[in-house]
């Protein structure tokens, strides 16, 4: 398979090279793939790197917050590090040495820009609520202007990214492999729990989409 090279030196995969990807659906893959990103910056001088909840629209990946947020007024200042990661499983090898993890990461670099357009502002965050629950934004309270303007969408472009995945069994050296100890792959996933309805909901009957 040919693959892409990477969009800027500093998003060169150098460690383990032959597990990067660098083209677009890979990468809006792995975005999606996660509900929590880390956003990197600095700001006054202060390193800092907060987690945050992100969707993608499009070609960009998306966080949103209040109009007052430090954060949030920084990454429009300044260039930033943005991260996901899902850990699909756990390797376990023969050695401690070998042991590893199955996984999607990405790090993406850039500039966030504020959506300031209101109807864009509310398609982006219709997107954010459209990604955790399908069908939902039609059946909320209607946002209202005021609730818009006390909100910050920020975007920043996914053309400077890079991914790393590893998605295979147990790599050992061939002198361990008679060793007494069970080698494999542990998988693991995100799985939804049972719903627990408000007490002061109106509708009782649970969404089939969380059922």
Request: net charge neutral.
């Amino acid at each position: 398979m040919t693959r892409l090279p990477a969009p800027s030196p500093r998003t060169r995969v150098r460690r383990l090279p032959d597990r990067a990807h660098y083209d677009a659906d890979t990468v809006a893959a792995v975005v999606d793939a996660a509900r929590v990103c880390t956003v990197a910056f600095n700001w006054n001088g202060s390193v800092h790197a907060l987690p945050t909840a992100h969707w993608r629209e499009g070609d960009h990946l998306c966080i949103h917050g209040a109009r007052a947020s430090r954060m949030l007024q920084a990454l429009t200042e300044g260039e930033c590090c943005v991260t996901v990661a899902s850990i699909d499983g756990l390797v376990m090898a023969r050695s401690a040495f070998h042991h590893s993890m199955n996984y999607r990461s990405a790090a993406i670099y850039g500039r966030f820009e504020a959506v300031e357009d209101a109807a864009h502002k509310e398609a982006a965050l219709r997107a954010f609520i459209e990604a955790l629950a399908p069908g939902r934004w039609a059946q909320l309270r209607p946002v209202s202007a005021k609730e818009l303007n006390a909100t910050t969408v920020l975007r920043l472009p996914l053309a400077e990214a890079s991914v790393k995945i590893r998605n295979w069994g147990v790599k050992d050296d061939a002198e361990d492999m008679d060793w007494p100890v069970w080698a494999g792959v542990v998988p693991l996933a995100t799985v939804a729990g049972a719903p627990q309805t408000d007490p002061d909901s109106v509708v009782r009957e649970v969404p089939a989409a969380f059922g």
